[in-house]
Structures are given as structure tokens and as C-alpha cells.
Antibody, heavy 122, light 107 residues
Framework: EVQLVESGGGLVKPGGSLRLSCAASGFTFNNYNMDWVRQAPGKGLEWVSSISPDSLYIYYADSVKGRFTISRDNAKNSLFLQINTLRADDTAVYYC???????????????WGQGALVTVSS | AIRMTQSPSSLSASIGDRVTITCRASQSISNYLAWYQQKPGKAPKLLIYAASTLQSGVPSRFSGSGSGTDFTLTINRLQSEDFATYYCQQCYSYPFAFGPGTQVEIK
């Protein structure tokens, strides 16, 4: 069974940093693109970042470029999102998600974690 | 960046109705369009990808169509479990973008 479990969320002051983790199991992690998607309270979905299986291809939403860093550790079946210079509008549930098809350079996601809440407030 | 719009933003429907949601891309995305369903407090669920391919396990009352810039999600014979918010997403070029969502409510 595919499982994605996020951790690392919490309350952070504006300007602070946080590192989200996503532990993957039930599939061959190093075969799949992985994404982060976020959702502010009461708002819609926002795609944040994608990383290829070999970490050579990395993409970010314009709203987070320069502040967020996606990475992965295939040996530990883990995905990460380093979030720096946090702002109030970064407050959201952050989901990690797996690409639908292995080795596909682009495409939708089919499995999602339960989400990690990040709250940015003084 | 490609921008996605959806209409309507919300709709009210009855059990058994046929519901149609439209998604439009700001430029051609071929058929790189996915639809997701999200219920309150839950992660989204992939319904349709490649504009018209039904994800495994999704009921056949859901269907998708379109290519280029205009796409449609249709729900035939609406069931109680279908009341949710629906999002389209373009997967043609990065940054991927979601539409703003369409909330389907009970009439």
C-alpha cells in the first residue's frame, strides 16, 4: 500500500524557517517524480514544487522561488521541503504527492499524504 | 506561466442530476489536464488525467473531455458522495497550476 506521511509542520514566526519531511512507503520511491502542493485555510490548491527521481529536474512556483528548496533522499525514501523567510501567506496545509506514472517527466499526482499544517504568525 | 480558470465557482444540484464543470487554460496544453475531487479536511483525489482517462477505481459516472484550452468534467447521475470541490490542473508545462475550484453543493 502506498503511504505518504508528512511531518515537520508547526507554528513559526514571520521570517523563520521550517523543514517539512515526507516519508514514502509501498512503492519504488526512486522511480517517481514527487510534488509539494499547499492549501491555505479555506482556499484552493496551489502547486508548489516538483522534483525528478534523480533530483536533476526541480521546479518551483513563482510565489516560492528563492525561499523554498525541494530535495529528496532516495536511500531513505524521503522527500523534503525547506521553507525559509516564512511569510503569513505561507500559512497552509502542505501535501506531498506522488506522480501518477513512474519516470514520467510531467503529469498529475495520484497519491497524497495527509498534509502538514504550517502556521506563520507572531 | 499558464493560468487556469474554472466555471462556475459553485453550483447547487440534486441527487441524480447531471453536472458539468468547465476548465480553461490561458494557452494550449494539449490534453495535459487532470481533475481532482476534494472533500473537507481530506487530501484531493485524482479523478481523471490526460483530459479524459478515468483513474482506476473512479466511478464511470465521471467523465472528462476537451483538448487545447477548453475542458469539461461531467458527473452523470450525481450521488451524495459527489458533493465536494473539484479542481482542474494543467500538467503541460511547469509551473503546474490548479484552477480555482468548483464547489458542488446539495440543492
Amino acid at each position: 500500500e502506498v503511504q505518504l506521511v508528512e511531518s515537520g509542520g508547526g507554528l513559526v514566526k514571520p521570517g523563520g524557517s521550517l523543514r517539512l519531511s515526507c516519508a514514502a512507503s509501498g512503492f519504488t520511491f526512486n522511480n517517481y517524480n514527487m510534488d509539494w502542493v499547499r492549501q491555505a485555510p479555506g482556499k484552493g490548491l496551489e502547486w508548489v514544487s516538483s522534483i525528478s527521481p534523480d533530483s536533476l529536474y526541480i521546479y518551483y512556483a513563482d510565489s516560492v522561488k528563492g525561499r523554498f528548496t525541494i530535495s529528496r533522499d532516495n536511500a531513505k525514501n524521503s522527500l523534503f521541503l525547506q521553507i525559509n523567510t516564512l511569510r503569513a501567506d505561507d500559512t497552509a496545509v502542505y501535501y506531498c504527492a506522488r506522480a501518477l506514472e513512474p519516470a514520467a517527466p510531467r503529469g498529475p499526482v495520484d497519491y497524497w499524504g495527509q498534509g502538514a499544517l504550517v502556521t506563520v504568525s507572531s | 506561466a499558464i493560468r487556469m480558470t474554472q466555471s462556475p465557482s459553485s453550483l447547487s444540484a440534486s441527487i441524480g442530476d447531471r453536472v458539468t464543470i468547465t476548465c480553461r487554460a490561458s494557452q494550449s496544453i494539449s490534453n495535459y489536464l487532470a481533475w481532482y475531487q476534494q472533500k473537507p479536511g481530506k487530501a484531493p483525489k485524482l479523478l481523471i488525467y490526460a483530459a479524459s482517462t478515468l483513474q482506476s477505481g473512479v466511478p464511470s459516472r465521471f467523465s472528462g473531455s476537451g483538448s487545447g484550452t477548453d475542458f469539461t468534467l461531467t458527473i452523470n447521475r450525481l450521488q451524495s458522495e459527489d458533493f465536494a470541490t473539484y479542481y482542474c490542473q494543467q500538467c503541460y508545462s511547469y509551473p503546474f497550476a490548479f484552477g480555482p475550484g468548483t464547489q458542488v453543493e446539495i440543492k
